[in-house]
C-alpha cells in the first residue's frame, strides 16, 4: 500500500494554541467582550483573523459593505476620518489598542459612516459581522454593555 502520510508535530499544534491565546487577550482587552463568558470568547477568537495595514493605508471607507465586520485595534492607532469635509478629510478620533471598530454600523445595519486609517503600521483583529451579531444576539451582557457604549456616543 503506497501513500503519502505527514506527520503532524506539536509544533504546529503550538503555533496554533499561541495564536489562539494571543487572539482571546485582544479580545479580552475589549470593554464590550470583557465580560463574555470563555467559550464565547473561544468561538470569537477562532473566527477573528488578524489584520495588518501600513501607516497611511484605509483599513475601509465611508460607504463600505458591512461584511467585513468590526475591527479591534491590537497595535499602534488609527484614525477615524471624515471624507466629507473639503480638502482633507477630518479626524474624528484615534482609536488605540483595545478599542473596537465599525461595531455600530453593524448592529444598525447601516453602511460605513467614516474612513478607517492606519496612523502608523496597525494590527487589527478582524470580527466577522456574523460572528459579533451572533455575541450580541446570544449574550445579554454583552448586548447590555452595547447599549451603554451607544448611551455615550449620544
Known amino acids: 500500500m503506497s501513500g503519502v502520510t505527514r506527520e ?8 496554533v494554541s499561541a495564536d489562539l491565546s494571543r487572539k ?6 475589549a470593554e464590550l467582550f470583557s465580560g463574555l463568558a470563555r467559550k464565547q ?32 485595534v491590537w497595535e499602534c492607532t488609527a484614525e477615524l476620518l471624515d471624507p466629507r469635509q473639503e480638502g482633507d ?4 478620533t484615534t482609536s488605540k489598542p483595545g478599542d473596537l471598530v465599525g461595531e455600530l454600523g453593524l448592529i444598525r445595519g447601516v453602511p460605513r459612516a467614516l474612513d478607517m486609517r492606519a496612523f502608523s503600521d496597525l494590527t487589527c483583529l478582524r470580527v466577522s459581522a456574523a460572528d459579533f451579531l451572533a455575541v450580541v444576539k446570544n449574550d445579554a451582557a454583552t448586548a447590555y454593555k452595547l447599549l451603554q457604549v451607544v448611551a455615550g456616543y449620544v
Do not use: C, K, M, P
Open 89 to 92: 478629510a477630518r479626524i474624528i
Open 41 to 72: 470568547l473561544r468561538l470569537l477568537a477562532f473566527g477573528a483573523r488578524w489584520y495588518h495595514a501600513e501607516a497611511g493605508d484605509y483599513v475601509f471607507h465611508q460607504g463600505d459593505d458591512l461584511s467585513i465586520g468590526a475591527f479591534l
Open 8 to 15: 503532524i508535530t506539536g509544533g504546529e499544534d503550538h503555533t
Open 24 to 29: 482571546l487577550r485582544a479580545l479580552e482587552r
